[in-house]
């Protein structure tokens, strides 16, 4: 009989699998697109890192498209990324189109490209935002930890 994993860590974890759906998907996909949506990939993994109160995200497929999930903490709306169809020099992160989160970016960010109330849009062409993006994601993978009720007052 194994000993029960210790869960206890004083940093928060990411995870994800080196073959999984996911990963599988990204080699379909043209070269400049995989290259965009992996730098993607690696900014919303380590954004979750760095972030406090995320925890360990899963990463998926949801429509088809790969999808980062907070299951360890709950503490986050899914965010996820693909190519901008039939946009053959787009990517998008796209975010729960029922939250204020495009909202909120459009205000602190005027000059991304925004897809209605649920993605910014990205030319593959160009150099990723990443202060903006970071912080974005870093929004949308605390969500919910904003969204609760004081308690106590």
Request: glycine share 6%; charged share 20%.
């Amino acid at each position: 009989m194994r000993k029960p994993a210790n869960r206890a860590t004083s940093k928060p974890r990411t995870q994800a699998t080196a073959a999984g759906p996911a990963q599988t998907l990204f080699g379909g996909y043209p070269a400049p697109i995989k290259a965009k949506l992996l730098a993607l990939r690696r900014l919303i993994f380590d954004t979750a890192k760095t972030t406090e109160g995320v925890g360990a995200l899963q990463e998926t497929l949801k429509w088809g498209q790969p999808s980062y999930l907070t299951v360890e903490t709950g503490s986050g709306s899914t965010v996820r990324i693909d190519q901008v169809k039939p946009a053959a020099n787009q990517v998008a992160v796209y975010f729960h189109c029922q939250t204020n989160l495009v909202e909120t970016f459009r205000e602190l960010y005027p000059e991304l490209s925004y897809s209605g109330n649920r993605a910014i849009l990205l030319d593959v062409k160009n150099k990723l935002p990443e202060a903006a993006l970071r912080h974005c994601v870093a929004l949308a993978l605390t969500y919910h930890l904003r969204r609760k009720p004081d308690r106590g007052t």
